[in-house]
Nanobody
């Protein structure tokens, strides 16, 4: 079984910062897609950011541009989501998702998409005003 494990969640005040981590299995292909997705209670899941392993190709939702940064450490099989200037609208459960099984060609998509077939358990980020 493939496991993705998110950590780093916790309460933060509006205007504050937090960094989430996603430890994923080592990939046997040179280019796979990894994404951060969030879901607030009673709302649909929404894509936050995506990137490709072995490359620097970040893709952000409009709500995340200028505030969030997705990065990775290939040696540690870890993808990060740095969240700055947090807003109450960012209060949600954050998930790490990945597309596995072969090389991905083209830009890694934002959720919603069926491309991401492996998911982590999620980590909660409450934001207080």
């Amino acid at each position: 079984q493939v496991q993705l494990v998110e950590t780093g969640g916790g309460s933060v005040e509006a205007g504050g910062s937090l960094r989430l981590s996603c430890v994923h299995p080592g990939y046997s292909y040179s280019r796979n897609c990894i994404a951060w997705v969030r879901q607030a209670p009673g709302k649909e899941r929404e894509g936050v950011a995506s990137t490709a392993t072995g490359a620097s190709s970040p893709y952000y939702a409009d709500s995340a541009k200028g505030r969030f940064t997705i990065s990775q450490d290939g040696a540690k099989d870890t993808v990060y989501l740095q969240m700055n200037k947090e807003q109450t609208e960012d209060d949600a459960m954050y998930y790490c998702a990945a597309n596995l099984g072969g090389n991905w060609y083209g830009r890694c998509p934002l959720y919603p998409t069926a491309a991401y077939n492996y998911w982590g358990q999620g980590t909660q980020v409450p934001v207080s005003s």
